[in-house]
């Protein structure tokens, strides 16, 4: 049988983008520009979610938005409407951003002056879990007609992400879910998530998170250390 050479590429490349996610979190510390990388399933909420997010902080922090897709620009067009600052970033196919894609959507997005930049990352619950973006925390959306079980079946993108919203609870009485039981096993895998229910819909539950994000921004600002 023929000798072959066997190449750990998988480590390696999460390896590099660690080091350049960090890297990018020190630079964005120096600007004093808050990060953060919003992750959902396609159709959980994500763009009316941001709409409601930039209506209640728009008057105290100046927003900067980059919504990343395969290829498309509608969700860019409606956040544009918000009169925030928005860019488009299209991944050629790829269903995740990682560090190098960031940095280059915040170099084009400019974050000059932004206190909070959003990035809405791609939609699925898989890819964009692996990837440390640089982001200086993660959140998820999970809306309800998703179901309650979704920790069960993507343990690592709720063990990774710093809040969880779960969206649409306005629709809760129609849906088989079961919102403690869902906010259980959040915890059983990340026992320091924050879990907001919200409806972005009618605006229920986003002055917390609008809350949590202004107490996060000030925070990042205020603190020297390294993140």
């Known amino acids: 049988m023929s000798e072959f050479k066997i190449l750990e590429i998988k480590q390696s490349v999460f390896d590099d983008n660690n080091e350049q996610a960090k890297l990018l979190r020190e630079s964005l510390k120096k600007e004093k520009t808050f990060l953060l990388n919003l992750m959902s399933s396609p159709g959980s909420g994500k763009t009316t979610t941001l709409k409601q997010t930039i209506k209640a902080l728009k ?14 620009d509608v969700d860019a067009q409606t956040i ?18 990682d560090a190098e894609m960031t940095k280059q959507g915040l170099e084009g997005l400019g974050t000059e002056g932004i206190d ?14 692996e990837f440390d973006t640089g982001a200086s925390k993660n ?4 809306s309800v007609p998703e179901g309650d079980d ?3 079946k993507y343990p690592l993108m709720f063990s990774i992400v710093d809040v969880l919203l779960i ?6 009485d129609y849906f088989d879910f079961d919102l403690k039981k869902c906010e259980e096993r959040a915890k059983k895998l990340n026992p320091d998530i924050k879990v907001i ?13 609008a809350d949590w994000l202004r ?6 600002k205020e603190d020297d250390s390294d993140k």
């Open 116 to 129: 909070l930049a959003i990035l809405e990352n791609v939609g699925n619950l898989v890819c964009p879990a």
């Open 167 to 172: 969206n649409k609870i306005d629709a809760i």
């Open 215 to 220: 107490k996060e921004v000030q925070s990042w």
């Open 80 to 97: 544009s409407e918000t009169g925030a600052k928005v860019i488009q970033l299209h991944t050629g196919g790829m269903c995740h951003l």
């Open 139 to 142: 959140a998820m959306i999970l």
């Open 150 to 152: 979704k920790p069960l």
């Open 197 to 209: 229910p919200i409806s972005a819909k009618t605006g229920e539950g986003i002055e917390e998170w």
């Open 59 to 72: 008057e105290e922090l100046s927003i900067g938005i980059m919504e990343a897709d395969i290829d498309s």
